[in-house]
């Protein structure tokens, strides 16, 4: 791969590189990082890992620290649309200029990235680090890609960690257990630096805890030593180590917006407490006015069209509990994709019975699972499915049958969230 000259040069390098590649590691990150002159150490970072809330629990912090006036640099992963989504200062998504121009500063410093080429999360990792210093941002909220232990954003140094509750997900890289899955999401922990850490299933406290042990790390835990409560009048009481805060309100929906909410105030708590600034007035801002899309999020009406990013059991079982509390009696018809590698049996059997139909659709990924593939294994969870070629077909025929009272949900991967946010940005509806 030859080396980019112009920002819009460097943007194509980046799309070239192998967007579902995984490589867990930290040595070509560090090596990186040491050419750039350790970008990374130039601002306070809180890193937050887990299965499941990472994203809503980093766009909850990200929002009341800005509003507590400080320049907030927030990298998350995937991206819905635009891989600008990653990278975002103040509030706004990176500009292809200066992303462009970043890559650019990245490959000058570091030319063995042209040569042996890095991973795409790996890449965009290191520059998303170096954007942040040259931005000057006062601090920064680091979404995991995958796992902790190894992963690309761990080479960051952090004031305060948090784990979100810990599922079944990536078993192929992070095990088989809920005890090793938690293990190597607490490799994100740092000798001294407090972690936040949401209520777990017993096996992946315990492993979390061991972590914590052998590293002299305080743990900050949902449920012992911090907890969010719903008030009658249906606003939110949270209760910390030291903050009391009562009649708050959230931006994002669905019950388990409850714990994410929790975190983040925890989390924003814990670094007041290390020399970030951080009002109570703050946080009630920054819960009131987050936005996270594709998560519970309704782009059309007339049927109502909802986009969830469900992608593994614990996130289904989250969806159905949501689309108990906000449609109760109203018919849901589900268009479904999903890719080759995702156990997709367990999502399957949980969220198909509850559907009046389900639309198969292919993704726009190399990794998409075809249609066919499973059609038969999807009929026998549930009464009325069909195979479509493409997401326009099925979303017409799910928006057919949905009539004006219904509900079409799109779920079972993020890649067609963002496919069908396409098309929404492209013409207002999908």
Known sequence: MSAPRTPEEALGFLSRLNPSGIKLGLERVREALEALGH????????????TNGKGSTCAFAATALQAAGHRVGLYTSPHLVRVNERIRV???????????????????RYPSAVAEPMTYFEFGTVVALWHFAQAAVDVVVLETGLG???????????IVTAITPVSFDHMEYLGNTLGSIAGEKAGILKPGVPCV?????????????????ALSVPLWVEGRDFSVETQADGSLAYRGPGWRLDGLRTSLRGPHQLQNAGVALACLEALDARGIAVTPEA????????????RLEEVGQGPTVLLDGAHNPAGVAVLLASLRALYAGRPIHCVFGVVADKDRGPMMRALFPACASVQLTPLD???????????????ALAADVAAWPDVDAALAEARRRAGVDGVVLCTGSLFLVGMVRARKDRTRTP
């Open 148 to 158: 902790g232990r190894l992963d690309a954003t761990t080479a960051a140094p952090s």
């Open 90 to 108: 103040g509030g706004e998504d990176i500009s292809d200029e200066d992303f462009g121009r970043a890559i650019l500063d990245v490959l000058e």
């Open 39 to 50: 970008p990374e150490r130039r601002y306070p970072v809180l890193h937050v890992a887990g």
């Open 283 to 294: 946080a009630r801002a920054g819960l009131g006015s987050a936005r996270w899309p594709g």
């Open 365 to 379: 990924t190399p990794r998409s699972l075809s249609p066919a593939a499973y059609l038969d294994e999807a009929r």
């Open 197 to 213: 850490v949401a209520r777990q299933e017993p096996e992946a406290l315990e492993a979390i805890e061991a972590r914590a042990r």
